[in-house]
């Protein structure tokens, strides 16, 4: 077998950052590409595991993340570390039956695409999720529901999860407006129209109303507000309208201060339609909610704190 080894030299072009970016193939060492390492690492690994390889992730030191892929004929060494503010290196060793330069040629290709936008991730099947999700957490998912609005002319879709029994959802609020009509649809398919009876833009929170009999919910008395870096959590959503698709993810920062909100960062497959999404913890407790991705990206994310939930809800009993 051969054994190769190619070095990357990926640049980042952060979000409103204009300029070129090189398509050159693998074995090139400087290939360039407009996303920043954490972007890159999960791509190679989504990459990866869609192929068959199981993967194994490591942090060998502060800011370098370790792949390691391997089916019955191949095995990859992936190492991705920072060059700079703006750039990320990461250095591929591949011993396989087939050619290593088409082998590597394959998966910069799926990277190229990727982030030119051509080709399409779609959430990991559920019976490989279940292999890695907690039973607890699964057990959440009858919890979660898809939200419908019509919003300045256009329809938006996102996510949210029920907090009291009775009729009540959480969700995120931006596209909303007081009192709006929208419809909600529960994992069993069933739709019930809603109205959102709280909002709060700031927080960028909403709370709706329905009426369709006890539902699974929620519960926010046994949530957890402090998480740890590199800590694991688990999201369910409606990615796509696609009901109770679940997302794992790792706590990568500490809570940031956005626009006066504390926000967790979070490394995790967020798509349209997340918003919304309830947290959970790897004991099935509610941590956090999904409220967006960083722009131009599809993995790192940012949740909202279990502390701002709840202070959006004492809020209207105030």
């Known amino acids: 077998m051969s054994r190769l080894i190619i070095a990357w030299h990926l640049a980042v072009l952060l979000a409103g950052v204009n300029g070129a970016y090189g398509s050159a193939l693998c074995p090139d060492p400087e290939s ?17 595991s869609d192929q068959g390889y199981s993967v194994r992730r490591d942090f060998p030191s502060p ?13 990859w060494d992936i190492t991705v570390r920072p060059h700079s503010a703006l750039a990320s290196v990461a250095t591929v060793i591949h011993e396989g039956a087939a050619p290593s330069s088409q082998a590597c040629r394959r998966l910069l290709e ?46 938006v879709q996102f996510s949210g999860f029920v907090v009291d029994p009775d009729g009540l959802v959480l969700c995120t609020a931006h596209d909303l407006a007081d009192h709006q009509r929208v419809t909600v649809t529960f994992y069993d398919g069933v739709s019930v129209p809603g109205t959102i009876v709280r ?27 402090l998480l740890g870096m590199g800590e694991s959590v ?73 502390e701002t939930i709840i202070a959006f809800l004492l809020s209207g009993n105030e």
């Open 32 to 48: 360039q590409f407009p996303a920043p390492a954490s972007e890159v690492v999960e791509i190679i690994s989504g990459w990866f």
């Open 63 to 75: 800011g370098t993340v370790h792949l390691t892929a391997w089916n019955w004929q191949d095995e």
């Open 110 to 155: 799926h990277v190229n695409g990727e982030l030119l936008g051509t080709v399409t991730r779609r959430p990991p099947p559920a019976e490989r999720l279940q292999q890695t999700v907690p039973t607890v957490v699964l057990d959440r998912i009858e919890t979660v529901v898809c939200i419908r609005a019509r919003s300045k002319k256009r329809e």
């Open 199 to 225: 909002l709060d833009l700031r927080k960028d929170l909403a709370l709706v109303e329905y009426s369709a009999g006890t539902r699974a919910f929620v519960s926010l008395s046994s949530g957890r507000n």
């Open 234 to 306: 688990f999201s369910i959503g409606c990615p796509n309208n696609l009901r109770g698709t679940l997302a794992p993810g790792t706590i990568n920062g500490p809570p940031r201060l956005v626009n006066d909100q504390p926000l967790w960062q979070v490394e995790m497959d967020i798509y349209p339609g997340s918003s919304g999404s309830p947290v959970f913890d790897a004991r099935g407790q509610l941590v956090a909610m999904v409220k967006g991705r960083y722009r131009g990206t599809s993995t790192v994310g940012f949740l909202t704190p279990l």
